[in-house]
C-alpha cells in the first residue's frame, strides 16, 4: 500500500497503519519520495510529506540563532510522532523529565533550542552542524 523511493534509487514497501504513519515513516528513513497506491496512486516528495505534516515551517530545523523561534506544541508532538518516541524515552533522550515533554507537548511553556534540536536529530529531520566560533 506504501513504498518509500530512497535516495540511492531503491524501493522500499513499507507496513504503516494508515497515510499519516507512511508520511513519518518517509521523514524518519529520509526517503526521496513515499509512493502511495490505491484507487489514485501518488508519488509525494520529502518537501510535499513536511508541508502535509505541518513540519516545514522556514527556519523551523536550522541551526540556532538570536531570532529563533521555539516550535509550536503541534510542530513538537509531530516531531515525536515522526522520531516514534513517547515522552518519557523523549526525556531520557534529552535529559528531562517526561513530565517536561508532556507539558511542552500540551502547550505549557516552549522546549529550549538544545531539545528541540537533540530531537530533530533524533528523528532525521536537522543534521548537527560542526561548530565554527566567529572570528
Do not use: C
Amino acid at each position: 500500500m506504501f513504498a518509500l523511493l530512497l535516495r540511492d534509487g531503491s524501493r522500499e514497501e513499507i507496513e504503516a497503519s494508515d497515510f499519516w504513519e507512511a508520511m513519518r515513516a518517509a521523514l524518519r528513513f529520509d526517503a526521496a519520495q513515499l509512493e502511495v497506491s490505491g484507487d489514485s496512486p501518488r508519488l509525494m516528495t520529502a518537501e510535499q510529506v513536511r508541508h502535509e505534516l505541518a513540519l516545514d515551517r522556514p527556519g523551523l530545523f536550522d541551526s540556532y540563532a538570536p531570532d529563533w523561534l521555539p516550535p509550536t506544541a503541534a510542530e513538537f508532538r509531530e516531531l515525536l510522532r515522526v522520531a516514534d518516541l513517547s515522552g518519557s524515552e523523549a526525556g531520557m533522550l534529552v535529559g528531562v523529565e517526561s513530565r517536561k515533554i508532556r507539558k511542552w507537548a500540551g502547550g505549557e511553556g516552549e522546549p529550549p533550542y538544545a531539545v528541540w534540536r537533540l530531537l530533530s536529530i533524533y528523528a532525521g529531520l536537522a543534521s548537527a552542524p560542526r561548530f565554527q566560533p566567529p572570528n
